[in-house]
């Protein structure tokens, strides 16, 4: 009885964790770009983002433009897309180290170095 119990448990803890089978006639759960809810959500979620990345007030000038559209559609700190990674507008800096500054290289390439002895922070 008590092995029939720990099969019986054994299969449905582990039917949890098999993803379901899609069948070909049911609809997909496609979230569509028009719908104001999902966009709201998007736009929620594009806010927090800002906020925990510091992006938000004149944070957006050292880690990168924001994704959100706080401040308007007018902002020069808004990213063009969102949901398109930007070297020119995302953080490029360090991101295990707080105090540092940025300099040229040899190259003319800005880098990130530390702020006594100038040397470049990986």
Do not use: C
């Not at 770009?33 to 944070?59: Q, T, V, W, Y």
């Not at 070297?87 to 800005?110: A, C, I, L």
Request: overall charge neutral; cysteine-free.
């Amino acid at each position: 009885m008590l092995r029939l119990a720990v099969v019986f448990a054994l299969a449905a803890t582990s039917a949890a964790f098999v993803a379901p089978q899609h069948d070909a006639g049911r609809r997909s759960m496609v979230v569509r770009e028009n719908n104001p809810i999902s966009r709201f959500f998007e736009g929620l979620d594009d806010f927090i983002d800002d906020a925990m990345d510091r992006k938000l007030g004149n944070g957006a000038e050292f880690y990168g433009k924001r994704k959100s559209a706080f401040y308007g559609e007018n902002d020069s700190n808004k990213k063009r897309d969102a949901r398109v990674a930007d070297p020119t507008e995302d953080y490029q800096g360090p991101r295990n180290s707080g105090y540092f500054v940025w300099n040229k290289n040899e190259d003319g390439q800005m880098e990130a170095q530390t702020r006594l002895k100038n040397k470049k922070i990986d």
